[in-house]
């Protein structure tokens, strides 16, 4: 398996903000969930994920998306946009490792705050014939409606959520390479090398014990992030069904030590 990682960087977005002078906040809000608007929309129907991470920077998983689709992106954002964007590619087994290459790819070509550096395009897509399976891991807290949303203000609710989300990707992170994002309401996205039933247990354990937040999981597999996302969604649908805690959409293909 493999994943395909791009990273999106705006460039020199930092100086921009603030020139002439400093841009109404809410002006720099809409145009950064315009720009996630239209990247999840790009990426999304070429099969793709992207994350806003921290907006500046966005994270893609793009297996199935060549050089052409990222040049597409790049010249769509540039005719609509007062940025543009930079994309590094990486690919790797474990998702952090993708994730590095990509970022090597676009720190080699200059800073984040260079006005020189516009619109690089760098680092290779997944050759024809690698095998361009990727696992997606889709989180949920469970009862979040009546433990939290129908019980407490939103602020204290969203805070239950984040320590959640804030213990679950240091732990994936950690202990496997894995990325895993926030995608509102009480669910986390994680992208993820192929894991066993019992590393999601100990995932979601950890969890538990650090900040008594119970999560469930449904994972699923597939060449693009779409297929696997979407397999995803149905083991956790499974998982709602049966009442457990983690289900896999395929049969496990790992260590067998559960
Ligand atoms: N991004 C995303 N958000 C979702 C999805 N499904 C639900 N949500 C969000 O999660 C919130 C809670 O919904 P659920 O997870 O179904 O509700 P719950 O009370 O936790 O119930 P259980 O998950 O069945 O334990 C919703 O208000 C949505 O904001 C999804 O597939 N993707």
Redesign the pocket.
């Known amino acids: 398996m493999t994943t395909q990682l791009t990273l999106i960087q705006i460039d020199n977005y930092g100086p921009w903000t603030i020139t002439p002078e400093p841009r109404r906040e809410m002006d720099l809000q809409t145009m950064q969930s315009r720009l996630f608007a239209d990247l999840a929309q790009f990426i999304g129907s070429r099969g793709g994920y992207v994350f806003f991470s921290r907006f500046d920077n966005m994270i893609a998983v793009t297996n199935g998306i060549g050089r052409a689709g990222h040049k597409a992106l790049q010249e769509s954002v540039r005719n609509r946009y007062p940025v543009t964007v930079s994309l590094g590619i990486g690919t790797a087994e474990t998702p952090a490792a993708a994730l590095d290459e990509a970022t090597e790819q676009i720190q080699a070509a200059g800073s984040a705050q260079d006005e020189g550096r516009t619109e690089v395009l760098a680092g290779e897509p997944l050759g024809a014939d690698a095998d361009a399976t990727t696992h997606i891991a889709h989180f ?7 433990k939290y949303t129908d019980q407490l203000n939103e602020f204290d609710s969203f805070i239950h959520i984040e320590r959640s989300y804030a213990s679950l990707m240091e732990y994936m992170r950690e202990a496997h390479g894995a990325l895993s994002f926030f ?5 986390i996205i994680a992208v993820c090398p192929d894991l066993s039933a019992a590393d999601y247990r100990d995932a979601i354990n950890h969890v538990e014990r650090d900040v008594g937040v119970e999560l469930k999981v449904g994972v699923g597999r597939g060449t693009t992030a779409h297929d696997a996302g979407y397999a995803a ?1 149905h083991a956790l649908e499974d998982c ?1 069904y049966e009442g457990t805690i983690v289900e896999f959409d395929h049969p496990q293909a790992t260590t067998g030590d559960d």
């Not at 949920?140 to 009546?146: F, L, P, S």
Request: aromatic share 0%; proline share 0%.
């Open positions: 949920d807290v469970n009862d979040a409606t009546g995608v509102g309401g009480d669910n969604k709602r």
